[in-house]
């Protein structure tokens, strides 16, 4: 690269950091780490929400430039409009995007997989482009091709022919597990870093509460629908101990649920997003993950560091990349609320095994430790 590594100059490219998200999260957390220990010079260009406070604290060796494209716009608009607005808006983006990085010359620019992935490599400012991709492949801009009419479902493929040809150009496509990686059969240039832990606990649960926790959005994809109707089957079995679920979302429809399903609610509560989540865990006893699927599972992570045993569903792909099945949690058939029932009635009646999972759990994240995680990218940024 023609100069000395440690001021390597790096550009992010995401949409939005005023969230609560793992992907925000996750960046923030990275983005200070190389910033403040290998000295990159590291700037991050948002599209949205301009004028939010940012929700994770960033470095002050951080630059941010947001160039308030504001694509949400896109979320109250009539399908026809949306077409429209969404192209005068990707013009713009680009127009944007190519005269900030001909101005900041990087040497590495890193784009989150957006909207900025259909004109990055045509960009010629001269850095290596890599990609990051925080969700696994079968569920990458999912377009349910199944009870999709013909048009939606030529759409998808015409959509991912394009995609794929877009990613081969890539420098480098880095996924968050090794079965990802397995999975971009068609190409050459894919490696696999997990997701850092976010945080190191001062302390660890001793197991003394009768509470188990889930920590997750309130969305389809991450199944608290399906931890309900397990939480109705297990609370039966399990005493006095009870279930608190932390997250962002709309809570209704799993309110709803609750009665529906007779849930005893002096025994289960759906909370809103926790700040925090840490002092949660610590008075907990038990982790579950319910999700239909996960990019990784950075919340199994830190339950584990917090000394959570973890029980949850085998979904593609995080969980299994984490949890060793027996020894520091329990994988349960995905989707198989029943299995889910049991598993989470089972540890709590077993003292020992809880005792025992929880503390192989908090060697297990050892490995996830931003130190270790970090050189990994060093790794990749730093390779001619």
């Not at 969404?86 to 590495?108: A, C, G, N």
């Not at 709309?250 to 609610?265: A, N």
Request: hydrophobic residues 40%; neutral net charge.
């Amino acid at each position: 690269m023609g100069h000395n590594t440690n001021s390597l100059k790096l550009v992010y490219v995401t949409p939005a950091l005023y969230m609560a998200g793992g992907v925000e999260r996750v960046l923030t957390l990275k983005a200070n780490y190389f910033a403040e220990h290998f000295g990159y010079d590291i700037t991050i260009i948002l599209t949205e929400g301009k004028g939010k406070p940012l929700f994770y604290p960033l470095s002050e060796k951080i630059h941010i430039i947001n160039l308030d494209i504001n694509f949400e716009e896109l979320w109250t608009c009539s399908f026809l409009k949306k077409i429209f607005v969404y192209l005068k808006k990707q013009r713009r983006f680009k127009k944007q995007l190519t005269e900030e990085l001909m101005r900041l010359r990087p040497d590495i620019t890193v784009s989150l997989l957006r909207r900025e992935i259909n004109f990055i490599n045509d960009i010629k400012d001269g850095s290596r482009k890599i990609g990051e991709l925080h969700i696994n492949r079968a569920n990458y801009r999912n377009f349910d091709a199944e009870g999709a009419g013909l048009l939606k479902r030529s759409f998808a493929r015409l959509w991912s022919d394009r995609l794929l040809s877009h990613l081969k150009r890539l420098d480098r496509l880095v996924v968050l597990t090794e079965k990802d990686r397995e999975a971009w059969t068609e190409l050459d240039n894919v490696v696999s870093i997990p997701d850092p832990l976010s945080f190191f606990p001062k302390s660890f649960s001793p197991l003394t509460q009768k509470r188990v926790i889930a920590v997750a959005r309130y969305s389809h994809e991450k199944g608290i629908d399906l931890l309900l109707k397990a939480w109705a089957i297990a609370e039966k079995k399990t005493g006095e101990w009870r279930l608190d679920v932390f997250g962002d979302g709309d809570r209704t429809p799993y309110e709803q649920m609750i009665d529906e399903l007779e849930i005893d609610r002096s025994r289960c509560q759906l909370h809103g997003r926790t700040n925090n989540v840490e002092q949660e865990y610590l008075s907990s006893s038990l982790f579950v993950l319910s999700s239909r699927f996960e990019g990784f599972g950075m919340v199994i992570t830190e339950a584990m560091a917090c000394g959570l045993p973890v029980v949850s569903f085998d979904c593609p792909w995080g969980p299994r990349s984490i949890i060793t099945d027996g020894i520091d949690g329990i994988l349960v058939e995905n989707g198989n609320v029943k299995a889910l029932a049991n598993s989470i009635a089972c540890l709590i009646n077993d003292d020992a095994h809880l005792k025992s999972m929880a503390i192989a759990g908090m060697k297990n994240v050892q490995r996830f430790s931003i130190e270790q995680i970090a050189e990994r990218w060093k790794a990749v940024f730093e390779q001619n």
